[in-house]
């Protein structure tokens, strides 16, 4: 089943934060970022695997809650680079490296 | 550098054509994947390979075949095309928790 990434889309200032939410209704054994810049191909951010921790790439961390079944990216002091569609993909105990990705979340930076 | 090819960026077909994706990457990888991707609904797994002629289907295999008999290339078979196969299609491999993707085909049936 998909996860529920929310908010579908936000518009930011550069420099202000924003927090994307993914969240399953099964158990999980992994939730992968990606993000999708117009006209590119997915790239990788990071993994998070259950446990509870926390990761970061840049300005850009998440947390995985094990409890809730949900993660959540971190973008702190946005830049106009980090425009772009973000995806959560989750894995599930047996799934075998197969990812289930939400219907992203669409973030715009502005000057 | 790492490299996910396919072998068309957009392709155009007739409804009830048979139609061939290709897709090869040069990583080594054993885990190889193909995804639509439509508007509002993310990235949704067709097919996935684990192995040379090994394959699993995913959330949305009917009306798609794979397959792959080396292990730098898979292949997305559309036995005959239908307008609600319209769609990016995507290619991606990972050894195990990176998944790398292609540039994507852009498929019109019309």
């Known amino acids: 089943q998909q996860p529920v990434q929310s908010p579908q889309a936000v518009i930011l200032r550069e420099g202000e934060d924003a927090v994307i939410n993914c969240s399953s209704s099964?158990?999980?054994?992994?939730v992968h970022w990606y993000r999708q810049k117009h006209g590119e191909a997915p790239v990788f951010l990071m993994i998070?695997?259950?446990?509870?921790e926390q990761k970061g790439h840049d300005k850009i961390s998440a947390s995985f809650n094990e409890k809730k079944q949900q993660s959540s990216l971190y973008l702190t002091a946005s830049q106009l680079s980090y425009s772009g569609t973000y995806f959560c993909?989750?894995?599930?105990?047996?799934?075998?490296?197969?990812?289930?990705f939400g219907s992203g979340t669409r973030l715009l930076v502005r000057p | 550098d790492v490299k996910v090819t396919q072998s068309s960026r957009y392709l155009v077909k007739r409804t009830g054509e048979k139609v061939f994706l290709e897709c090869v990457q040069d990583?080594?990888?054993?885990?190889m994947f193909w995804y639509r991707q439509d508007p509002g609904l993310g990235l949704r797994l067709i097919y996935f390979?684990?192995?040379?002629?090994?394959?699993e289907k995913g959330d949305i295999p009917e009306g798609y075949s794979v397959s792959r008999e080396k292990k730098e290339r898979f292949s997305l078979i559309l036995e005959s095309a239908s307008t609600n196969q319209t769609s990016m299609y995507l290619c991606?491999?990972?050894?195990?928790?990176?998944?790398?993707f292609g540039p994507g085909t852009r498929l019109t049936v019309t």
């Open positions: 991606a491999s990972s050894k195990r928790d990176e998944q790398y």
């Open positions: 099964k158990a999980l054994y992994s």
């Open positions: 998070l695997l259950k446990g509870g």
């Open positions: 993909g989750t894995e599930y105990p047996d799934s075998s490296y197969k990812l289930i």
């Open positions: 990583m080594d990888h054993e885990n």
């Open positions: 390979s684990y192995d040379v002629k090994m394959k």
